[in-house]
Nanobody, 122 residues
Framework: QVQLVESGGGLVQAGGSLRLSCAASGRTFSNYAMGWFRQAPGKEREFVAA????????YYADSVKGRFTISSDNAKNTVYLQMNSLKPEDTAVYYCASKPGMVITTPWYGYWGQGTQVTVSS
């Protein structure tokens, strides 16, 4: 059974940085896609970034390009989201997600973590 556990959220001032981690377990993820999504109060869940576990191209929402970086550490079965130059509008619960096969930017992922809160103060 796939398990995804996020960590690293918290409260940060605008302009600051946070690194989120997603520890994956339960199977071999070599042919899986890994994504980060976020959901702010009263809003729909939106795509943030995604990467193929086996490496290769990464994908970003326009709102985070140049500020966020997704990466994976296969030895640790962990995916990271480095978030720099944070803005108040980045405030949301951030979710890690996984699915077999190719990367997609829609929330049609089969496995989800419990989420971690990121709050950016102005």
């Amino acid at each position: 059974q796939v398990q995804l556990v996020e960590s690293g959220g918290g409260l940060v001032q605008a302009g600051g940085s946070l690194r989120l981690s997603c520890a994956a377990s339960g199977r071999t993820f070599s042919n899986y896609a890994m994504g980060w999504f976020r959901q702010a109060p009263g809003k729909e869940r939106e795509f943030v970034a995604a990467i193929s576990w086996s490496g290769g191209r990464s994908y970003y929402a326009d709102s985070v390009k140049g500020r966020f970086t997704i990466s994976s550490d296969n030895a640790k079965n962990t995916v990271y989201l480095q978030m720099n130059s944070l803005k108040p509008e980045d405030t949301a619960v951030y979710y890690c997600a996984s699915k077999p096969g190719m990367v997609i930017t829609t929330p049609w992922y089969g496995y989800w973590g419990q989420g971690t809160q990121v709050t950016v103060s102005s």
